[in-house]
T-cell receptor, first 116, second 115 residues
Framework: AQTVTQSQPEMSVQEAETVTLSCTYD???????LFWYKQPPSRQMILVIR??????QNATENRFSVNFQKAAKSFSLKISDSQLGDAAMYFC?????????????FGKGTKLTVNP | EPEVTQTPSHQVTQMGQEVILRCVPI?????FYWYRQILGQKVEFLVS????????KSEIFDDQFSVERPDGSNFTLKIRSTKLEDSAMYFC?????????????FGDGTRLSIL
């Protein structure tokens, strides 16, 4: 069964600094998608970044980038130049697809605090 | 940017009562989902829905749960006889397509409290 593990329940970073949130997953599939979602205190989960497993190049979205290590089944999120608005819960998710349907398997989340 | 909207934001219900959680997915999306998050635990998949039928459901989604798309815009989750352990945050999500790079878009969630 696919599982997603986020080993850091909480992290903190100084404003303008860089922080890396870790995520590992377990799967026997060779092609899949991975996502990072952000859930600020306003509660809506917002997509931060996505990675297709067959793409070797790490995804980047402005200040957000991933370090995708397929062999190690690792998918960490790097936030550069952290801003106060980055404070949120961050969830790593693996997408399972089968028979024309899909579902997300989430990690437990990492609560990120940004200190001014 | 279009959003998934959920109502109510907080629902308090007596144990044994029926509750309906409502969601309005993004208008051109065809695939709909419900997830739940018990306080302090992971977000868990409940059910996916496409073309007016359930595509997949988890073992959590037992006979007490049902989903419906009663009209062209709403997607509802009904819990027939609520239990204390149903207390959780319930998230609705929708996606335009599946098995592509299109992500699922989530609503704000409904916090369900069973007394």
């Amino acid at each position: 069964a696919q599982t997603v593990t986020q080993s850091q329940p909480e992290m903190s970073v100084q404003e303008a600094e860089t922080v890396t949130l870790s995520c590992t997953y377990d799967t026997s599939e060779s092609d899949y998608y991975l996502f990072w979602y952000k859930q600020p205190p306003s509660r809506q989960m917002i997509l931060v970044i996505r990675q297709e497993a067959y793409k070797q190049q790490n995804a980047t979205e402005n200040r957000f980038s991933v370090n995708f290590q397929k062999a190690a089944k690792s998918f960490s999120l790097k936030i550069s130049d952290s801003q106060l608005g980055d404070a949120a819960m961050y969830f790593c998710a693996y997408r399972i697809t089968q028979g024309g349907s899909e579902k997300l398997v989430f990690g437990k989340g990492t609560k990120l605090t940004v200190n001014p | 940017e279009p959003e998934v909207t959920q109502t109510p934001s907080h629902q308090v219900t007596q144990m044994g009562q029926e509750v309906i959680l409502r969601c309005v997915p993004i208008s051109n999306h065809l695939y709909f989902y419900w997830y739940r998050q018990i306080l302090g635990q992971k977000v868990e998949f409940l059910v996916s829905f496409y073309n007016n039928e359930i595509s997949e459901k988890s073992e959590i989604f037992d006979d007490q749960f049902s989903v419906e798309r009663p009209d062209g815009s709403n997607f509802t989750l009904k819990i027939r006889s609520t239990k204390l352990e149903d207390s959780a945050m319930y998230f609705c999500a929708s996606s335009e397509r599946v098995q592509t790079n299109q992500p699922q878009h989530f609503g704000d969630g409904t916090r369900l409290s069973i007394l």
